[in-house]
């Protein structure tokens, strides 16, 4: 699956799906966006993503800097996927927080 490095403003109108290592991370982090007036949604997680957890966020990719801003400070490890219009999901480095490795 390819990495793509995609600015926000060049996919306005799409998703990202959060990934999170387990489902604590996951609470804590829907927690910390909504404190953050950051519209979200709890989702399935992606087949495709590795993780503990079950569940993933889904928010506006015009969101997806500032919500990326706000786990970072948590020290959150997060990946970042794009969802395309097709429902396939492709990770996006661009946003990845320093511990999402």
Do not use: W
Not at 59 to 73: F, P, W
Not at 84 to 92: A, M, N, R, S, Y
């Amino acid at each position: 699956m390819p990495k793509t490095n995609h600015a926000p403003e060049q996919i306005d109108g799409s998703k990202y799906i959060l990934v999170l290592p387990t489902t604590h991370h996951t609470l804590l982090a829907e927690s910390l966006l909504q404190s953050a007036n950051i519209h979200y949604l709890p989702v399935p997680k992606p087949q495709k993503a590795v993780s503990d957890c079950g569940m993933a966020i889904q928010i506006e990719a015009g969101d997806g800097v500032r919500a990326a801003d706000v786990l970072k400070n948590k020290k959150l490890k997060v990946k970042f996927f794009l969802k395309t219009d097709d429902d396939e999901i492709e990770p996006v480095e661009l946003l990845e927080t320093p511990q999402g490795e």
